[in-house]
């Protein structure tokens, strides 16, 4: 016979014990008898039944708001978190319905009607306390300034805004050294331009930032804009204060101009951009072999339709200085760059059918998962690169 445990012992005998409240010889004979078979000292006895009610009574009256959102609808949000490149819950949440109607197009919704009705429903404050309980990982690192001022920025004016009054394809342009923890040597850069009507990011890789290179870069920049370019507005860098840039922006129609040397935030968007795009989709890695380039590129045409498209930016409306520390106020509803393409009256209609027409066809899980085998790409090649020599000099 197989012996019951203590706890056994104790629950079997609860109810026994709870009507014989008041009768001292009653519970006495209990306390007895559980004490010979358990070897308890006879004043752990009431203890112990006492801690056993309690917890009997928490368990039939548990407190508190009944929960409404269970695991599958937590785990249906971490699937559209993910597949949004596991952004904040208030830059989500105004994303949710489109990215649920896209992945049910396209049979990829595997949630029930009652947790998709549930998720749609949502708030955005409890999008956002989910959403910051989700594991993420971030590197604590900061890249290193390649930048190098021109001694002919003089030629080129520079430009302090306003910059809310001007239209589409005025936009602020920078680069990104993948050069890890030295500069030394040859090694890729990545060049970011981003409009800042309408926050579209447009990002080339090029080998080392020369003239020539950048200039290449910039005219890629300008075949994949959906509008006309009209401005580009740099920091003092020798890739891009010098005639090369000068002459074919002269020859385009292009404006030219640049930030005050030292202050960095009359770039403000698109440093931002560097960290939240550039950084974030390929960190700080020392990319220095040449067949990383195209890679890259391959990468930043799938990422440039995904973030443009589908990746929601909050943009700064205000800012007050509080003493020593800045207040900044932020738009209420986060906006895709597409959706503020739409929106603005600059834009010809054309281009906005052009672009409907495309988004209609994207499915965020899918250029995800395309940007995740592609970023392998580029760092097994990276890799392959510094592979040693199998010739060992005999033949």
């Known amino acids: 016979m197989i012996m019951a445990t203590k706890n056994e012992i104790f629950q079997e005998k609860l109810s026994e014990w709870l009507k014989a409240k008041g009768d001292k010889k009653k519970r006495g004979e209990i306390t007895k008898n559980i004490c010979f078979v358990t070897g308890m000292h006879k004043k752990s006895v009431p203890r112990k039944f006492k801690t056993l009610q309690l917890q009997s009574t928490a368990q039939e009256k548990k407190r508190g708001r009944k929960e409404r959102y269970g695991p599958n609808v937590v785990a249906a949000l971490k699937e559209v978190w993910e597949a949004a490149n596991e952004i904040c819950g208030e830059l989500l949440h105004p994303e949710i319905e489109e990215y649920v109607n896209i ?27 989910r959403v910051e309980k989700f594991p993420q990982i971030h ?20 430009f302090k805004g306003p910059w809310g009054t001007l239209p589409p394809g005025h936009g602020q342009l920078d ?13 890729a850069y990545s060049l970011n331009y981003t409009d800042f009507a309408t926050y579209w990011t447009v990002i080339r890789a090029q080998w080392n930032k020369g003239q020539d290179a950048t200039v290449v870069s910039v005219k890629g920049v300008r075949r994949m804009l959906p509008f006309p370019l009209h401005m580009l507005h740099p920091d003092t860098g020798s890739e891009f204060i010098n005639w090369v840039l000068k002459n074919y922006c002269d020859a385009e129609d292009i404006d030219l101009t640049r930030s005050e040397p030292g202050k960095k935030n009359d770039n403000m968007i698109v440093e931002e951009r560097n960290g939240h795009v550039i950084r974030d989709e390929l960190g700080y890695t020392r990319l220095d072999v040449p067949e990383v380039v195209d890679a890259m590129n391959a990468f930043y045409d799938t990422l440039c339709v995904y973030r443009n498209h589908l990746i929601p930016v909050k943009r700064t409306t205000s ?41 209609e066809k994207l499915n965020p899980l899918l250029l995800k998962r395309e940007l ?4 392998k790409q580029i760092f097994i090649i990276q890799k392959r690169g510094h592979k040693p020599s199998k010739d060992n000099g005999f033949g």
Do not use: F
Request: contains cysteine.
């Open 103 to 129: 992945l049910i197009r396209d049979n990829m919704w595997k949630y029930d009607d009652e947790v998709t009705l549930k998720l749609r429903a949502m708030s955005m404050r409890t999008v956002r306390r």
């Open 139 to 158: 590197e604590g690192r900061h890249g290193m300034s390649s930048t190098s001022p021109s001694t002919l920025k003089h030629i080129i004016p520079i």
């Open 175 to 187: 680069t990104v050294v993948h050069c890890g923890s030295s500069l030394q040597g040859d090694m």
């Open 319 to 359: 800012k007050e200085r509080v003493g020593a520390k800045i207040k900044r106020v932020y738009e209420k509803i986060a906006k895709t760059p597409y959706q503020r393409v739409l929106e603005h009256d600059g834009i010809p209609e054309e281009v906005k059918q052009k672009l409907r027409a495309e988004h």
């Open 372 to 375: 995740d085998t592609l970023r």
